[in-house]
């Protein structure tokens, strides 16, 4: 069987420009980098044709280490709307190194639905992770310069300074590391460590940000820390936020690619959804809801974790109105939520199926609570039999859902005409009308609550003492009415990552809670969730080679 690279390297790829005039922008207006990828000027987004928009979200039960292809579907399904006349663009996010070299490889999607050029986007691409990493450890430098001030000291308490410095690899060594040592040349002494970039609030904020202007201003409001005398210290007190969105005046136009059928591809910014919002940034979205008259996009992890986000917190900041979700479930995924080994997925176990519905029958309630018609795509495998397949479809049609196989790792957009067809006519007959699940107003534990509840399936929720003191500070900064981003094992519906199908009779524990004003959201932290995470025993990184050509391999 090819891998995804080598099926990559089949396809003739279009020059940047032909898919620019797909989407009716002149060759002049966009900013090449090379012959397939290209920026793109943010004067593009027309709020009237963004209006008349109709946008997708590719979610998914919850993550198995079997895999379930949210992206691979995404751009399958784009391929195949435009396949059956539906001039569509997919809108997604930028991969990480971390994952790249780490465990899960790349993001790029796979087999006959991919974007492209595969190697260059999973890699550096157009250096907006770099810029973000920059922009992010500027504000580190300046936060210990001004610690170690004689004459222009801030007065700042290093005690409670929070903001650490970000790599965009995983790498366990900098979690907790102490700085400033070596003498008083070298600075304060303190504790401090690093975050994979993808989790920096300089990600979040430049996936949240409307325009450069907008940029600046959330970079002034990034919350710091306290002085001695428990006054609040903000960026803009540093004067960074200037010089930091000066790194970011390119990296906030959205990129420009193309999938493997030549249909046009939007990937601008990469922040996870264990962790992040996990979402791209409102700008590409408003970009591709500009040029086309269907955008797809894709959510991280399951619907407790990426579609929350998504719906809660960037549809209801931006103002947009999703029309439909597809969910992603694969017979594989639930037969392991139903409690199959790994090494067993493959043998056919239509009982094992069954037994992991459940998973899939509480996302599909999820959906519901933001009045969203769903449709639940089966992305199918070579070892899926028709009659495990026939049951999920049934449970589907049980509970009012329409389920459709799609093979669009085999297929391409072909393997997704069915499914297009279906999401088309579900949005057409339509009467759902969006809502998100909770008012940014309402007290912080009261939305905490409404999420671990409503969404997870929760009894209760448990704050810690930490978690407490954090919320005394979210009352005296007076940022309660923020909306919630919650870090989470994307593992299980609760915050134990052992419990898997749809785990009943829990409690959410909140350790503690991050300030992410410059984003404009409250984290939870619950469960033991990093923000940087390790290598595994034998990372992917150990596959990679390149010749002397610069033909790479390994990279799936």
Not at 285 to 293: A, E, I, K, N, Y
Not at 315 to 331: E, H, N, Q, Y
């Amino acid at each position: 069987m090819p891998t995804d690279i080598d099926i990559a390297r089949k396809c003739t790829l279009k020059p940047v420009t032909d898919i620019a005039e797909q989407l009716g922008i002149s060759p002049d207006l966009i900013e090449p980098y090379g012959r397939y990828k290209a920026k793109l000027p943010l004067s593009l987004i027309d709020p009237d044709k963004l209006a008349r928009c109709k946008l997708i979200l590719v979610s998914a039960i919850s993550p198995t280490p079997a895999g379930e292809g949210k992206t691979t579907m995404s751009i399958g399904l784009t391929q195949g709307l435009n396949r059956i006349g539906k001039q569509t663009t997919v809108v997604l996010r930028e991969p990480s190194l971390g994952p790249v070299f780490g465990i899960k490889g790349g993001a790029t999607g796979g087999g006959w639905s991919q974007v492209l050029p595969m190697e260059d986007i999973n890699l550096h691409f157009t250096g907006d992770f770099a810029a973000i990493e920059k922009a992010h450890n500027l504000l580190s430098a300046l936060i210990d310069n001004n610690l170690q001030s004689n004459t222009r000291s801030l007065g700042i308490d290093p005690r409670t300074v929070r903001w650490k410095r970000v790599f965009d690899m995983n790498d366990r060594a900098l979690r907790d590391i102490v700085v400033g040592l070596g003498g008083t040349g070298n600075g304060i002494p303190r504790e401090t460590g690093f975050d994979i970039t993808a989790a920096s609030e300089i990600m979040a904020i430049f996936c949240l940000s409307n325009n450069l202007t907008d940029l600046k201003e959330r970079l002034g409001n990034i919350f710091v820390g306290f002085t001695s005398d428990r006054k609040p210290i903000f960026a803009r007190d540093l004067k960074a936020n200037g010089a930091m969105a000066a790194l970011l005046k390119d990296a906030i136009k959205p990129n420009l690619v193309q999938t493997i059928e030549g249909t046009p591809a939007i990937i601008h910014g990469g922040p996870f959804a264990n962790i992040a919002q996990g979402t791209n940034s409102v700008i590409a979205t408003r970009m591709g809801m500009s040029l086309s008259d269907y955008v797809v996009t894709e959510a991280g992890f399951g619907s407790d974790l990426g579609a929350e986000k998504f719906f809660d917190i960037k549809c209801a900041g931006a103002g947009l109105s999703p029309s439909a979700m597809v969910l992603v479930a694969t017979i594989r995924a639930l037969k392991y939520h139903g409690g199959v080994e790994l090494s067993k997925l493959t043998q056919p176990n239509k009982s094992a199926v069954a037994q992991g519905l459940v998973n899939l029958e509480k996302h599909l309630e999820n959906s519901q609570l933001y009045h969203v018609d769903t449709v639940v795509a089966i992305n199918r495998f070579t070892s899926d039999t028709e009659e495990e397949i026939e049951v999920v479809r049934q449970r589907c049609e049980e509970l009012g859902f329409p389920a459709v196989v799609a093979d669009v790792w085999g297929n391409g957009g072909q393997g997704a005409e069915d499914l297009a067809s279906t999401v088309v006519s579900r949005i057409e007959s339509s009467k759902n009308s969006f809502k998100p699940l909770y008012d940014w107003s309402r007290p912080v534990k009261e939305k905490i609550n409404t999420i671990c509840q409503k969404v997870y399936g929760a009894d209760k929720v448990e704050y810690s003492s930490v978690a407490k003191r954090d919320l005394r500070s979210i009352k005296k900064l007076g940022l309660e009415g923020l909306p919630i981003c919650m870090a989470k094992t994307q593992k299980s519906l609760s915050d134990d990552p052992t419990k898997i199908g749809r785990p009943t009779g829990f409690d959410v524990t909140v350790r503690e809670i991050e300030i992410a004003a410059g984003a404009g959201f409250l984290i939870p932290i619950t469960g033991d969730m990093m923000r940087m995470p390790g290598l595994p025993e034998t990372p992917a990184s150990e596959s990679i080679d390149i010749d002397e050509q610069g033909e790479i391999t390994g990279l799936f």
